[in-house]
């Protein structure tokens, strides 16, 4: 079995069930409590916030934990746009955005808010000139995604950031970094990141655990309500097993985030000689994306067909758009791209993580080339 389908979720890596066993049984208290079992629990999550903080260069008391990447990205946004609406009611964000940001954006249109959704180019990039064109003088938001889940592309969120701030240090800028915490170097203080969403499953964690980094004195709503756990913006008890996790694949990542980066970009590497020979594909952001995703269209397929054609060769990977029977949804990603409509039916993502092998690789090239020719000799007769 070739797992390359990383960016929906990577399996927990071995240290982490290791962390998870040894303190499963013994680190049960709850952290409010004032006992030492309640000190040693909350003990273990300032160690967490600390190691993640340490990887985007933030304080490690800016860092909240959420359920998850659409929790925090949800709580970003809407938490941000409620309380400061007083200062504005415009916010800005771009077209292909995970759904977590632009089903919260909607929620915002229909309270009222006015939203721009800037459209990248054909390579997937944000330019910074549209960003400049649609910020406002009651712009209070803007959100970018610093990774594309899809396509992979990878933004300037160092020059976008400092961009606004020299425009008007009070628009606060959100980066949904979902697809590059722990992949791709990121500096809050030098990008002037506001508000930043990272999720644990993503990089070898448990699922269901989230962070958000929320710089100092940014002023945000809770959208639940309960006790004082984190700063009451995120009440309720901690999910300390996730939180375990979490810092254990952080410690992970940090330790190992160029030496996984160089293998994984070895990995791409291969997938692209070996498939670039296929008649009709077309390569979606190849330059200009992050080496742990592939996204790749094939003429006249139906990404679907492929993909399980790919499964039973036991090779496992992503639609780059889902498809309903009886109506036709296309990703949303590959239209902001103006990707041709030829291609839009049979695109196929393919992500890739540290745990995956060159071998793979090259076994992964011989199936595609094989579920393609059974492929198309079963149109040719059809
Ligand atoms: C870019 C991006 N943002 C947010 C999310 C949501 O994260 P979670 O699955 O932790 O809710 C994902 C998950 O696929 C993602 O890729």
Redesign the pocket.
């Known amino acids: 079995m070739i797992y390359f389908d990383n960016?929906?979720?990577t399996m927990p890596k071995k240290e982490v069930q290791e962390a998870i066993n040894e303190y499963a049984l013994t680190l049960y208290g709850n952290p409010s409590s004032l006992h030492r079992l309640g000190i040693d629990s909350e003990k273990m999550i300032l160690l967490a916030k600390r190691e993640i903080s340490e990887i985007i260069n933030s304080d490690s008391n800016e860092i909240i934990f959420t359920s998850?990447?659409?929790?925090s990205?949800n709580l970003a946004v809407i938490g941000t746009a409620m309380r400061n609406k007083n200062n504005g009611m415009h916010l800005v964000t771009t077209e292909f955005e995970?759904a977590?940001?632009l089903n919260a954006f909607k929620y915002l249109e229909n309270q009222g808010f006015e939203i721009t959704y800037i459209k990248p180019d054909k390579d997937g990039i944000v330019n910074l000139e549209n960003v400049k064109k649609a910020i406002r003088e009651d712009t209070i938001l803007v959100s970018i995604?610093h990774?594309?889940?899809e396509i992979g592309s990878i933004q300037d969120i160092d020059e976008i950031g400092n961009y606004i701030k020299k425009i008007k240090k009070e628009i606060y800028f959100h980066v949904?970094a979902?697809?590059s915490f722990g992949k791709l170097k990121i500096d809050v203080k030098q990008a002037k990141i506001d508000l930043l969403?990272i999720?644990a499953?993503?990089i070898h964690g448990y699922?269901g655990i989230?962070a958000l980094y929320i710089r100092k004195n940014t002023r945000i709503n809770p959208l639940f309500f309960g006790g004082q756990q984190e700063k009451g913006i995120r009440p309720g008890t901690e999910n300390l097993l996730g939180i375990i996790s979490f810092l254990k694949a952080a410690q992970l990542v940090k330790k190992d985030q160029k030496t996984n980066f160089d293998e994984v970009k070895k990995i791409k590497e291969i997938m692209v000689e070996g498939i670039k020979t296929i008649e009709n594909i077309k390569f979606n952001a190849l330059n200009n994306s992050i080496p742990y995703i592939l996204n790749v269209s094939f003429k006249g397929l139906k990404g679907e067909v492929l993909l399980h054609a790919l499964e039973q060769r036991g090779l496992f990977v992503s639609t780059g758009s889902a498809c309903n029977s009886k109506k036709k949804i296309h990703s949303h990603v590959l239209e902001a791209i103006e990707l041709e409509e030829k291609y839009l039916d049979g695109t196929i993502r393919f992500s890739f993580s540290s745990l995956n092998t060159e071998d793979e690789a090259n076994r992964a090239v011989a199936i595609i080339h094989e579920s393609m020719s059974f492929l198309n000799r079963i149109m040719r007769r059809s």
């Open positions: 960016s929906s979720t998850g990447g659409t929790e990205n995970h977590s940001i995604m990774v594309n889940n949904d979902v697809q969403s999720s499953h993503k699922k989230g």
